[in-house]
């Protein structure tokens, strides 16, 4: 018994890889970039694999439901995380995660970096960034900036552009991008930061107006929109860009985790796929399992230092 289970080991080791349909947890709600970037790849994905990849959508302040149910999946590759800036802005925010952003995950490949942008409605009181900070000066405590739910790179990178600018304003958090849209559009906000991407349709309709970019340069898609840095003085070394990837459960096979790798690089170097993403404002970037836990890292230090230098509270 015990030899054929011996000689059992070689065939239990190239079970074909993947045996079933896959899923892509996004810690973010539908209709966001994250959302967007995870639809666009699942379907190339699917195509590629011959297994059906579905996209599930798991919001919660940090990522936590979304990182603790793919921390739980088995290991074999069929459950990937959705990462992302934020996910390094949640090791460094939250001072407990039922989850350790880097020992119980392995990056996959990086599938996208974007902007970020400070938006308005098209007719309230803002027309542009320095009437927006001129406003929050003049008026502690009194200018409303929404992002979407506590621990997103949005949210944070609203709390660095505040404390930045040397302003006392409101960050108000909701769940999702669609439910900030609404209360900017309806004036029970100011402004709001997102990502660039799932505001451009109604930046194009004339409903949102763009005052500037968190990045540290102008965006070809819109060039006469300024970055923060321009603003100057305690603004002018201001630059906060974002990004995503994959990931799946620590203990993943390493020939699995190359695989997943392999394929992403192959999708985001299609012409379609930069095409569709570029429509959205995302650009398109795979990168090796070791280029994507080097950025990992480097976000959680760097957010961790900025956290700290802001004197933002840890939730």
Known sequence: MALSSIAALPVQAQVAFPSKSLKIVVPNAA?????ITARTVAQKLSEALGQSVVVENKP?????????MVARAEPDGHTLLLISSGSAVSAALFKSLPFDTVKDFTPVSKLASFDLVIAVAENGRFKNLAELLAYARANPGKLNIGTPQIGTTQNLA???FVSSAGLTAQIVPFNGTPPVITALRGGEIDAMVE??????PQIQSKALRPVALLSEKRSPVLPDVPAVKEAGGNLSQFNVTSWNGLSVPAKTPRDVVQRLSREMQTILAMPEVKKRLLELSLYAQGSTPEQAADLLNQDI????EVIAKSKIEKH
């Open 301 to 304: 230090r760097r957010w961790t």
């Open 195 to 200: 990502i660039l991407g799932p505001l451009m």
């Open 158 to 160: 609203a709390e660095l």
């Open 31 to 35: 209709g966001g970039a994250a959302d």
């Open 60 to 68: 919660s302040a940090g990522g936590i439901v979304a990182g603790e």
